[in-house]
């Protein structure tokens, strides 16, 4: 046997592998969510006042692009010339309950915008109260407003009515101005008043139909029945 002999060898099966898989770090995972939960919260906060400030970027936006309308044009001035005329006519106006209220004849007619006003020549106007009473005027020229409830007459006016107690009443004048409504005549001219067989005479008058009261301008002069009298 020799002294210097080999040590033995030893031989060890192969293993299998193993694959081995690292996890992080604990605290890694914990930093990582607590950066996700801080990213939520900003989010929370801020965007309320991100959206408004979207809101208020939108409307600014939509102001400075919608197209202006543009401003119309100014009206022009209203005409003091007849808008229109009619030449020969009659014309009927009805009250509401379908009876006749004012009745308006002559040679010309002319329509003025700036006033709503009626001008008549050889004008003939009859008017018809509720209670059936009918006024009849007549005048070289008439003015009247737009529902012909005033007029003024000028030149040969005549105005003829039936008082509420069923006489004739006359009033004859350069000018008279008569209101339909109220049957009110007045003038600040010569008058004549003739009321059956009395007859006055005044330098102007003012005459209520409805209560009978007649005011009259000096100087006066009256004949009563054939008796004639003169302040």
Not at 133 to 146: E, F, V
Not at 147 to 161: P, Y
Not at 180 to 189: A, G, K, M, N
Request: proline share 6%; aromatic share 6%.
């Amino acid at each position: 046997m020799s002294a210097s002999a080999a040590p033995p060898e030893l031989h060890l099966p192969d293993l299998p592998e193993v694959q081995v898989a690292l996890r992080p770090h604990a605290s890694a995972q914990r930093q990582r969510r607590g950066l996700s939960r801080r990213l939520r919260d900003l989010v929370g906060t801020y965007l309320p006042l991100l959206l408004m400030a979207l809101l208020a970027l939108s409307t600014w936006w939509l102001v400075k692009n919608t197209p202006r309308v543009e401003a119309p044009a100014e009206t022009s001035a209203i005409r003091s010339e007849p808008d229109y005329e009619m030449r020969d006519f009659a014309i009927t106006r009805f009250a509401r309950d379908g009876r006749i209220k004012v009745r308006m004849e002559g040679a010309v007619l002319r329509h003025y915008p700036d006033t709503d006003r009626i001008e008549i020549d050889d004008a003939r106007i009859e008017a018809v109260s509720a209670d059936g009473r009918t006024t009849r005027a007549r005048a070289t020229r008439a003015l009247a407003n737009g529902d012909a409830s005033e007029w003024q007459l000028t030149g040969g006016a005549r105005v003829v009515a039936t008082t509420p107690s069923g006489q004739r009443l006359e009033i004859e004048s350069e000018f008279l101005h008569a209101f339909v409504i109220t049957e009110r005549v007045r003038s600040h001219l010569p008058v004549r008043v003739r009321r059956g067989a009395d007859e006055l005479r005044a330098g102007g008058l003012n005459y209520d139909n409805l209560t009978q009261r007649l005011d009259l301008a000096g100087p006066v002069r009256a004949q009563f029945a054939g008796i004639r009298a003169a302040p």
